[in-house]
């Protein structure tokens, strides 16, 4: 099977592998690079539990090509923690009882870090369309948005410091 | 090499003439979901997600929108704040995932008949601008689309941009879009809707539908027939009623053809009524 060289850089660092032809970002993540922090689902682009950042926007690892997202910078729930929104968020959704299974949590938070960065004072409206891209079957969302306004708020805080 | 990314639309007409049964990428929001439904090996891919010429908005007397543009540079562009339906067709595609990677001439390739920019677009008599071995070619959208899934789009050709007039002053565009739930759904039924007022009373009126049948309805003995009509609910109702009539709906899970057509006949009305207040407000400015 034909397999050609590709270069990556996630979450800050440079990544050489081999990719086959067709092989989407989510399947180098997990399968090749055992970072299994990005989830997978749907395959469709339906369900979010694959967002990962692709310079700062939010994307789905499950339909982009490995080889698309050479040149640009990969940024995975496994990387939000060097970031102090990624921490905030982190932080929130534990202290607001948002995490229930878990498996829609790294999209959730990876769209949220977007949202963030794109509008660091987002109404409950704002949050729900910026989130509306991920699924949740647990909590039924209330939670989830009360964790982003409670990092944003947080954010707010310690940049008033 | 499987995989080629074109640095513009020419170059991926060339690619694509090289590498016979390859398949043209950008956002791969359509395509890669159907590769993987039909289960058969990956193609050479030639990507233009990123050819320069395809990415950009070009403002002016003309409207130029690159095939590459995605719904979320539409749906953020403030040059494009005078005709507020394609930020509002563009802002209801799917999630922010989705808009961040699909793009204008994927999704009028693709060719849905629920597209949600394309009806838009439509009204705007816009042309879809055709890179070709031989040069490009203008296609006006109406004729571009020629049945569910299918374009007059060759082999070997590559759609390079949207194009369309920046139009004249007093003119609304309107879109709404009847779904189950306000993010990543397929529309049940949409409506582009745009009127140019002269003196109070209708100059140029384009509607066009979307979902309820093969390609978007239009309707052109109608949209003629409002010239000199005055922009009233009385006007816009007997055309709503009009268009639920020529509708073709089909029953499917989102939605039966019956509730379909109901929506057709309300949706065009409130579209119009729409488009008129903001031909209103165009004209103030």
Known sequence: MQIEPLRLTINGETVDLLARPGQTLLSVLRDDLEMTGTKTNCLEAECGVCAVAMDGMVVNACLLLARQAEGHEITTIEGLAADPVGRALQASFVRCGAVQCGYCIPGMIVAARALLADNPDPGREEIREGLAGVLCRCTGYRKIVDAVRAAADDLAREGAR | ?285
């Not at chain 2, 170059?11 to 043209?24: D, I, K, N, S």
């Not at chain 2, 309805?217 to 268009?243: H, I, N, W, Y």
């Not at chain 2, 499917?252 to 209103?280: I, N």
């Open chain 2, 1 to 285: 090499m499987t995989y080629h990314r074109a640095t513009s639309a020419d170059e991926a007409v060339a690619l694509l003439a090289r590498h016979e049964g390859a398949r043209v990428i950008a956002g791969g929001t359509d395509i890669m979901v159907a590769l993987r439904r039909a289960g058969t090996p990956p193609p050479v891919f030639v990507d233009v997600r990123e050819a320069a010429d395809s990415t950009r908005i070009g403002m002016g007397a003309t409207i130029e929108i690159g095939a590459a543009v995605t719904h979320r540079a539409i749906e953020r562009h403030a040059g494009l704040a005078r005709l507020p339906a394609l930020a509002e067709a563009a802002r209801v595609v799917g999630g922010v995932q989705v808009r961040n990677l699909g793009t204008v001439g994927g999704n009028l390739v693709n060719a849905s008949p629920a597209a949600d920019l394309n009806p838009v677009l439509m009204t705007l008599d816009a042309d879809a601008l055709v890179a070709t071995a031989g040069g490009k070619r203008s296609v006006p959208l109406a004729g571009f689309i020629t049945g569910r899934g299918a374009t007059v789009l060759g082999p070997h050709e590559v759609l390079a941009a949207v194009r369309f007039a920046a139009p004249p002053p007093g003119t609304g565009v309107a879109f709404l879009k009847a779904g189950r739930r306000r993010a990543m759904e397929i529309a049940v039924v949409n409506v582009a809707a745009r009127l140019t007022l002269s003196n109070g009373a209708i100059s140029t009126a384009r509607i066009a539908v979307g979902a309820v049948g093969p390609v978007i309805l239009r309707a052109s003995d109608v949209e003629e027939a409002l010239v000199g009509a005055q922009p009233d609910g009385e006007t816009f109702a007997g055309v709503a009623a009009e268009l639920a009539r020529r509708a073709k709906p089909r029953d499917d899970v989102r939605a039966s053809a019956e509730y379909r057509r109901h929506l057709v006949g309300v949706m065009v009305a409130r579209a119009l009524t729409r488009a008129a207040e903001r031909a209103r407000e165009d004209d103030a400015d």
